[in-house]
């Protein structure tokens, strides 16, 4: 299943040994590059398949550039505009800093303060992590929690709180603020916070407030409504053997909140870049502070020796300045923003294919350019990272072999439960096991090894409700599953097998 943005391309971020002289950035600089840029443009979009896509770049404090390419949707004739709502993933997540460094400004909270000052039902496995957890900690991807715990829980019904207390069971894999692993839920914490300090009803509310409303980004929503209802939006799309277009759901990105739930346009992004680019500044207005801005634009935990993740905000370090960027992926669609702290120059990049990989290819492209760096070919990298992936995903589904149900697979059915999650059930139908999580009237199908019988693949089924969500992840299991045994051989547990699912149900006595 798919995530609320990945940063698995920041490796294409990759910089020669060349230090070419830096060029003075210029509007007609930047114009020259425009034949260049859609040149390439095309061809990642042939090369990901990408149906839509939509451009915008600021310099000097306007948007000098904007442009819809491909179709809204595949098959159909209704072309991308620079209007086009696109969702935008996880660039939601540098709106959430922003909103922080707001309240910082504000004195309504600091960034150095414990989080359960404000949430104090906040915990992690670890105790002393968890009462050392900062607010800076929630948006800064150095938890040393495996990356992507728990995302998959919306996509099974879970709700907003369930996944916060779903990190109380989530093992410390890394080194707390050492390790770089990126994470969903904190930001959804955070959002709790920032909602509380603010006296807001919800997290949007309170950027809609501060952000949103000031920037003139009105065309900026966090729903699954507002987008369907948006006469021109894009549809998104993931791909199969070619894109196939998929439907919205509250689920995914929506669920996510202030880590992934923004749906946006080039033209609002681009006031959002002006911000930035402005230092908190907009026209006559400080929204934010230079000083607490930069505190979310300075690196944090190192991704790679050239790129640091900051906070809401990749860092890039390149040989001819710094380029701070966030890219954001949900199942149907791709983006990426960011922009030249130095230059003046922004670039937003959205397409309708669930793949943030082409846009962050693109602005790479573009980066190098206005900055005079080494000039690579960065779609033909990430085509060839992302085929490359393809053909792992191929054979590590290659390696569950399915074969028959054991005849002893009676003695697995019954009730397990979970801290967290409730209840699994566990019954026979038809001749296979399927699993039914009563919270959420989840049903998964059990496909049982030919190896081990004891061990299973569990797929999601089209059950009410629940057939959106098949659609949008397509027909893969959310986890592996293994029934373990006590000392006297009985069932006593049902695990989880899944690093982003890390969780054990124990069996009901009597079951």
Not at 34 to 41: R, S, T, V, Y
Request: proline content about 6%.
């Amino acid at each position: 299943m798919k995530h609320c943005g990945s940063l698995v391309a920041a490796a294409l971020f990759t910089l020669a040994a060349v230090h070419p002289s830096k060029a003075e950035i210029t509007g007609e600089r930047l114009q020259a590059l425009l034949p260049g840029l859609e040149k390439q443009a095309a061809a990642g979009m042939k090369e990901f398949s990408v149906p839509g896509m939509a451009i915008g770049i600021v310099f000097d404090d306007r948007l000098i550039y904007s442009k819809g390419f491909g179709v809204k949707t595949i098959d159909k004739a209704d072309r991308v505009t620079p209007d086009t709502i696109f969702q935008i993933g996880s660039t939601t997540k540098a709106f959430l800093a922003t909103s922080l460094a707001q309240a910082v400004d504000a004195g309504r909270l600091k960034w150095a303060d414990p989080v359960i000052d404000h949430i104090p039902t906040f915990q992690l496995a670890d105790p002393w992590i968890s009462r050392d957890f900062r607010i800076l900690d929630l948006a800064a991807q150095r938890s040393g929690l495996t990356p992507y715990v728990n995302d998959d829980l919306t996509l099974l019904g879970f709700d907003k709180q369930t996944l916060i207390q779903s990190l109380r069971v989530a093992p410390q894999t890394g080194i707390f603020r050492s390790q770089f692993g990126y994470l969903n839920i904190p930001h959804m914490v955070a959002g709790e916070v920032l909602a509380k300090v603010n006296g807001s009803p919800s997290w949007y509310e309170s950027v809609k407030r501060t952000l949103l409303d000031p920037l003139g980004m009105s065309s900026t929503t966090a729903t699954l409504e507002a987008i369907t209802q948006t006469a021109d939006h894009a549809t998104g799309h993931r791909f199969a053997e070619r894109p196939v277009a998929i439907p919205f759901h509250a689920a995914f990105p929506y669920a996510y909140g202030p880590a992934g739930a923004f749906n946006s346009n080039v033209k609002d992004m681009a006031q959002w870049l002006r911000l930035q680019l402005g230092r908190g500044h907009f026209g006559e207005k400080a929204l934010v502070s230079e000083e607490n801005l930069d505190v979310t634009w300075t690196p944090r935990v190192a991704m790679s020796e050239r790129v640091s993740y900051a906070v809401g905000w990749v860092v890039n370090a390149t040989p001819n300045g710094r380029v701070i960027w966030h890219n954001g992926g949900t199942p149907g669609f791709g983006a990426h923003a960011g922009f030249l702290p130095d230059g003046r120059t922004g670039i937003v990049i959205l397409t309708n294919l669930g793949n943030a990989a082409m846009a962050d290819a693109l602005a790479q492209w573009f980066y190098d350019r206005v900055l005079g760096n080494p000039e690579v070919d960065n779609i033909a990298l990430a085509a060839a990272a992302m085929r490359t992936n393809r053909e792992l995903q191929r054979k590590q589904a290659a390696a569950f072999i399915p074969g028959p149900l054991a005849p002893s697979a009676g003695v697995l059915v019954g009730s397990y439960v979970s801290p967290v999650l409730g209840t699994a059930t566990v019954a026979a139908v038809d001749g296979k096991l399927q699993m039914t999580l009563e919270k959420t009237d989840a049903v998964a199908l059990l496909v049982s090894s030919k190896d081990d019988p004891n061990l299973f693949s569990a797929r999601l089924m089209a059950t009410a409700g629940y057939e959106p969500i098949v659609a949008i992840a397509g027909d893969v299991p959310f986890t592996q599953i293994r029934f373990e045994r006590d000392g006297s051989g009985s069932i006593a547990e049902l695990r989880w097998l899944s690093p982003e699912l890390p969780h054990v149900f124990t069996r009901q006595p009597g079951q």
